[in-house]
């Protein structure tokens, strides 16, 4: 019995996707960019490839139990899916532009106004809370040309680092949704198949929590110890070792990236040296 996985078989998620799966040390085929799917080796699952709009519907019909695919894509197909869990990749909104010369005051500026976008759904759900009228035009690529062309007043789209928006000279005026990619599920699904994606979620949640952590080791003179690790959080308490010239211990501890420069001054004021900072690859906690 194996579990069956969509991702997306070219794009923006396939990467991260595969990569995913990799980290959770399941080896599927790498020569899979023309393959339809493929099974893995080590790990009862099989990997669809699909077309990410494709997706929530093969996993509402159990065509595939599993999927890895944006937020944004799950919410616009009104699938009944459940989303399971965020898998930290594909991080982008889905927001409003305007031309640079057009004077966005607030929400009233789209009162009345024409709005391309590919997500109609999702921006009709807007307008209708904010009691807006508005005439939604979906074109299903390039939306970020449609104010160039005359065609639309403002677009709906998908924004990431906003270059696009700048190079087609336009400026993001209201975000709509934060998105990232999930895992879904279909609703229906069996008790053998929901012990494997168990299994396959304890090693995502492993290397989630993982993803943000620093391994930090630093060498401290013995009297100084106590006034470190009351700056240092750490998981626990840290471990203090010493070293083999008299008077000084090694202080290890796990701190996150925001942790790590918050206190590292004030540690190395204190008297810490030779600061090491790991990477961690997996966390059981
Ligand atoms: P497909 O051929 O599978 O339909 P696509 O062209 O619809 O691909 P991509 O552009 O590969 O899709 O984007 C896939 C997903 O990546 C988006 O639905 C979104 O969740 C995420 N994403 C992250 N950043 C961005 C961005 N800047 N622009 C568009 N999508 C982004
Ligand atoms: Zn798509």
């Known amino acids: 019995m194996n579990l069956k996985l969509a991702i997306q078989k070219s794009g923006r998620l396939y990467d991260d996707s595969v990569k995913l799966l990799k980290e959770c040390g399941i080896d599927i085929n790498n020569n899979v960019k023309n393959q339809l799917k493929a099974t893995a080796s ?26 890895f695919v944006g937020e944004n894509v799950i919410y616009e197909s009104q699938k009944k899916v459940d989303i399971v869990e965020q898998l930290g990749f594909g991080k982008c909104r889905l927001s409003f532009a305007v031309s640079k010369s ?4 607030g929400k009233e ?77 279909t609703p229906e699904l069996s008790e053998e198949k929901q012990a494997i994606l168990d299994k396959l979620l304890f090693r995502i949640q492993t290397i989630k929590k993982a993803k943000n952590k620093k391994y930090v080791l630093m060498n401290a003179p013995n009297e100084k110890i106590s006034q470190i690790v009351n700056v240092l959080p750490g998981m626990k308490s840290p471990t203090v070792l010493p070293l083999t010239i ?21 540690i190395k ?17």
């Open 42 to 67: 080590n790990f009862p699952i099989e990997v669809f490839f699909l077309r990410d709009d494709d997706i929530p519907q093969y996993v509402e019909d159990g065509v595939a139990d599993i999927g």
């Open 102 to 105: 057009e004077n966005y005051t």
């Open 109 to 185: 500026f789209l009162q009345g106004k024409k709005i391309a976008t590919s997500y109609p759904v999702l921006v009709q759900k807007f307008l209708d809370e904010n009691n807006i009228q508005a005439e939604i035009h979906v074109i299903s690529g390039s939306v970020e040309i449609a104010p160039g062309i005359g065609l639309a007043d403002a677009i709906c789209d998908l924004v990431s680092s906003g270059s696009t928006l700048f190079m087609n000279g336009l400026t993001e005026a209201e975000i709509i949704l934060q998105s990232q990619s999930a895992l879904i599920k």
């Open 246 to 266: 008299e008077g000084w211990s090694a202080i290890h501890t796990v701190l996150s990236e925001s942790e790590f420069w918050e206190h590292i001054q004030e």
């Open 269 to 285: 004021s204190i008297g810490a040296e030779d600061i090491l900072v790991l990477p961690i690859e997996k966390m059981v906690v």
